[in-house]
């Protein structure tokens, strides 16, 4: 094979392999609601609702807490079985896709699914309710 295609490859397994460990769960929670609004859309919903399980790609394997904040920000708080915080993330991409017209600050158990309930007004979704 030629070197220069291995070289390549390996340059991009090492790209990928660390894009995935440096992303963090607010970020993959954002991914997921921008998934879910592409959904909503394509559907031609009025009404959609995102489920979001941490656990299922390890981000945090035990309680956290999520804040969606009506100023665009985005935070997910990973704890340990004692409560004590041991990862966080912020990031503000989701609000490119969805509006946050109030403040929700919601405390999970570990495995729990997290729902982000979404109603298209203005042709944009906003978030109605996070439970």
Request: aromatic share 6%.
């Amino acid at each position: 094979m030629n070197r220069r295609l291995v070289r390549g490859l390996g340059l991009l397994a090492a790209v990928l392999f660390l894009t995935g460990c440096f992303t963090d769960a607010a970020t993959r929670l954002a991914y997921d609601i921008e998934s879910g609004v592409n959904r909503m859309n394509r559907l031609n919903e009025a009404r959609y609702s995102i489920r979001h399980t941490p656990a299922e790609s390890s981000e945090c394997t035990g309680p956290y807490t999520v804040q969606l904040d009506k100023v665009g920000a985005l935070i997910v708080w990973c704890r340990d079985a004692a409560g004590n915080i041991v990862a966080s993330g912020s990031t503000s991409y989701h609000a490119r896709f969805i509006d946050t017209p109030a403040s929700f600050i919601l405390d999970k158990p570990a495995g729990s699914t997290l729902a982000i309930d979404l109603e298209r007004r203005a042709g944009r979704g906003v978030v109605t309710g996070v439970h």
